[in-house]
């Protein structure tokens, strides 16, 4: 068996934020990009959520300008052959999505 790449992207809805995925199998997944943004598993993120745990002091939430406008994608780029680095409307760009992480997590339609 091949090793599972992508084989074409989509922006998707009618703000052309979410992202559909064709797959090298035949199957799809589509993704929203909060969705994708929330997930981001990147070091900042990971030590945010971690921060933002149970038991942790509460800290106060602040957007930025660019956090309080629709997030979209704003582009990506492939890293090696397993994965891609998203880049969002809000200045996140430092998360590695791989390509099994985007083939197994699939949103609604």
Request: glycine share 6%; no cysteine.
């Given at each position: 068996m091949s090793e599972l790449q992508p084989v074409a992207l989509q922006r998707i809805g009618p703000d052309e934020s979410g992202l559909l995925i064709s797959w090298s199998d035949g199957s799809q997944t589509r993704h929203t990009a909060s969705a994708l943004r929330e997930a981001c598993p990147c070091a900042t993120c990971r030590e945010k959520k971690a921060a933002d745990a149970p038991g942790q002091p509460l800290q106060l939430p602040v957007l930025s300008m660019a956090e309080a406008r629709p997030l979209g994608i704003q582009g990506m780029r492939p890293v090696g052959n397993y994965a891609y680095n998203i880049a969002f409307s809000d200045g996140h760009?430092?998360?590695?999505?791989?390509?099994?992480?985007?083939?197994?997590?699939?949103?609604?339609s």
């Open positions: 760009d430092s998360g590695i999505y791989t390509f099994e992480y985007l083939h197994r997590q699939r949103q609604p």
